[in-house]
């Protein structure tokens, strides 16, 4: 699960189709909607670039027409090769701040503990919240959300993933593995087969598993067992980060006017929020009628009780607004995990060599773990090591300048600047790890417990010096946002998720990608998006 206070921008990756609900858009007019948008959308990067601050009027004195057009070369380039571009300036700058221009905005990199520290804790000029603003366009894209205006209900949101969600993990955990059985084996039989082999779209599938498991955390159970409803959760996010990006090609000014077009062929959001409504309107009844009668509040484990339980004193809920923070934390939710999913399977396929010790570990363990939320520290350190490689996102801890501000070496951000960090670069330096571009899945485990696998070439392969979780964020490992409390509220639940589907899938079938030559992934701004090509083949494996 990702931190909404540093919000990754995920990008469509078609669902499982349904048959279209009055709530939503049909395909066909979704494609054309598409076609019209792409359009409007490189028409408006056109006009940006020479009405943005950064515009040649802006430039062309100080920098000259060569160099100003080098500079808006790379910032259209930053749309589809962001991570290249972070790579090469991260290269250059060694260990000092540096900048990425992007079409809407001018990216301040620091990679140092302090410098880190320095933009966690200027919250008064350097804002997390209007940098998800920014991404998200929640005002036009989350059915009329501005909860992004209001940063003290944020501290409840933060509590109920934090604290509810966490401690709700030992109860979850046994429901978990059997959800992901049933759901996994339901969406096996709609996927083709091919010369009686059944052909998995792995990314399509994965998303929709862990759409149900999360589903029932976030939403609750009434809702994660309604089809349609998990079906519109899934296209919530996809169009939501469409309509947002073609947003963001826009002027300010006009984003009102965009929004408010783009809002129309954005059904299921629609769809969520009526769903929602009349059960936080239902618990927001409950709840004021036992505080009248000064009975016990009735509890329910999902994300709608605890941000109701979670609210400070002086912030009146009300249906609306809950159903919004609940929309905004499954954004956050499904995508990050869902993909880390994905690539962990895909290395597992192209690294066979650790299938036998996790499967032993899975075998041995996963009662325990499932009894105590500890252990499996083999597949932990896979995981761990196959989304340092493959990370969802190549940039972390996102903060918006609102006032000018100035970091302890001199380097200046305006408002509307960002500061964040190169968190692929950094996961991928020699400085920090050995042989950085080489995969070793068992990089983070114990030693000893790697030397007792009696597999000398697992034992020589490079390994950190001391080891560590992939619940664990440091300053070389930025994965979850910054360090501490300012960290991803709901790691340790998206974590406990990926073990669980991993180790399902791992125990019961044999797994191989059809073309282990083909792209993974594509980029669009900093994320990697999952290709939606990748086809694997899960056999049942022989008890």
């Not at 009329?144 to 993990?169: K, M, S, Y």
């Not at 060599?353 to 499996?376: F, N, V």
Request: glycine fraction near 6%.
């Amino acid at each position: 699960m990702n931190n909404m206070n540093d919000s990754h921008a995920p990008w469509p990756v078609a669902g499982v189709g349904s048959s279209p609900s009055t709530h939503a858009p049909s395909h066909t007019s979704l494609d054309g909607f598409t076609i019209v948008a792409v359009a409007f959308f490189l028409v408006m990067l056109l006009y940006k670039a020479v009405t943005s601050k950064y515009s040649l009027l802006h430039f062309a004195s100080s920098l000259g027409p060569i160099r100003y057009l080098q500079r808006r070369y790379a910032a259209w380039r930053f749309l589809f090769d962001g991570p290249g571009l972070i790579q090469a300036a991260y290269e250059k700058a060694g260990t000092k701040p540096f900048e990425v221009l992007a079409p809407d905005a001018r990216y301040v990199f620091v990679t140092s503990p302090e410098h880190v520290k320095e933009i966690d804790s200027a919250e008064d000029k350097l804002s997390l919240y209007y940098a998800s603003r920014q991404i998200l366009q929640p005002q036009y894209t989350m059915h009329h959300f501005g909860w992004f205006d209001r940063p003290l209900e944020g501290t409840g949101f933060v509590r109920a993933l934090r604290v509810h969600l966490t401690n709700a993990i030992p109860k979850f955990l046994p429901g978990m593995k059997e959800m992901v059985k049933t759901r996994f084996a339901e969406l096996q039989k709609r996927n083709p087969v091919i010369d009686g082999v059944t052909h998995t779209p792995l990314a399509k599938t994965i998303i929709k598993t862990v759409c149900q498991v999360e589903a029932h955390a976030i939403f609750g159970k009434e809702l994660a067992r309604n089809e349609e409803f998990l079906e519109n959760a899934v296209t919530y996010i996809e169009q939501l980060a469409l309509n947002a990006e073609i947003i963001r090609a826009f002027p300010e000014w006009m984003a009102p006017f965009v929004g408010r077009f783009v809002g129309q062929f954005h059904g299921a959001q629609r769809f969520i929020f009526h769903s929602l409504m009349p059960i936080v309107a239902e618990r927001c009844r409950e709840r004021e009628m036992a505080l009248s009668r000064g009975e016990p509040i009735p509890k329910h484990d999902d994300c709608i009780q605890w941000l109701l339980d979670s609210s400070p004193s002086k912030v009146q809920r009300t249906p609306r607004g809950v159903a919004h923070e609940v929309m905004a934390i499954w954004f956050a939710a499904l995508h990050p995990i869902s993909v880390t999913i994905i690539y962990a399977l895909e290395d597992l396929c192209l690294h066979p060599e650790y299938l036998d010790p996790i499967r032993e570990e899975i075998r041995t363990q996963y009662s325990s773990y499932e009894a105590t939320t500890r252990g499996l520290p083999l597949l932990d350190s896979f995981i761990k090591e196959s989304a340092r490689l493959s990370p969802v996102e190549s940039q972390s801890c996102r903060r918006r300048a609102i006032a000018p501000f100035t970091l302890s070496d001199g380097t200046k951000l305006s408002p509307g600047d960002w500061a964040c960090t190169p968190v692929t670069s950094m996961m991928q330096d020699a400085k920090w790890y050995p042989s950085p571009l080489e995969f070793s899945g068992f990089r983070f485990a114990p030693p000893e417990l790697v030397a007792s696998l009696g597999d000398q070439e697992l034992n020589v392969a490079p390994r950190q010096e001391k080891p560590s979780k992939l619940v664990k964020g440091d300053s070389t490992f930025y994965m979850w946002g910054a360090e501490g409390k300012q960290g991803c509220p709901g790691r340790y639940y998206a974590v406990a998720l990926a073990k669980v589907v991993i180790s399902h899938l791992v125990e019961e079938y044999d797994i191989e990608l059809v073309d282990p030559t083909a792209p993974r992934w594509w980029t669009w701004r900093t994320t990697r998006v999952p290709s939606e090509e990748t086809m694997a083949i899960f056999t049942p494996r022989r008890s």
